[in-house]
């Protein structure tokens, strides 16, 4: 990435992509030769792994009892509901039914 020298906003390729050319204030500067190292991105083969049929969420566990099954054990995660000055409401997902409820469903 290569930052402008007048306004200091990202620059890109121009036409040719022998030089940059900032998005903001039209200033272009000529490329390097070592530039290209950089900006290239390299070829990395990743293997497709199947984790549909995992029993983990990736979610911590705790002791809450479900109030459709009664299963002691559920995932739990916070999220922010109201207004950002108030706090998180915490979720609960049964780890059995994956019934969700709130922490302060009663």
Same mark, same amino acid.
Request: proline share 2%; charged share 35%.
């Given at each position: 990435?290569? +930052? &402008?020298?007048?306004?200091?906003?990202?620059?890109?390729?121009?036409?040719?992509?022998?030089?940059?050319?900032?998005?903001?204030?039209?200033?272009?500067?000529?490329?390097?030769?070592?530039?290209?190292?950089?900006?290239?991105?390299?070829?990395?083969?990743?293997?497709?792994?199947?984790?549909?049929?995992?029993?983990?969420?990736?979610?911590?566990?705790?002791?809450?009892?479900?109030?459709? &099954?009664?299963?002691?054990?559920? /995932?739990? /995660?916070?999220?922010?509901?109201?207004?950002?000055?108030?706090?998180?409401?915490? +979720?609960?997902?049964?780890?059995?039914?994956?019934?969700?409820?709130?922490?302060?469903?009663?």
């Amino acid at each position: 990435m290569k +930052f &402008c020298d007048e306004c200091g906003s990202m620059m890109k390729s121009g036409e040719g992509e022998d030089h940059w050319v900032c998005g903001s204030c039209g200033s272009e500067i000529g490329r390097d030769d070592g530039d290209d190292e950089w900006t290239t991105q390299s070829q990395v083969e990743s293997e497709i792994v199947d984790v549909s049929d995992a029993e983990d969420k990736g979610l911590p566990t705790t002791t809450a009892r479900c109030p459709e &099954c009664d299963n002691d054990q559920a /995932y739990w /995660y916070m999220q922010q509901i109201r207004a950002a000055d108030e706090s998180e409401t915490r +979720f609960f997902v049964c780890t059995e039914c994956e019934h969700k409820w709130r922490e302060d469903d009663h």
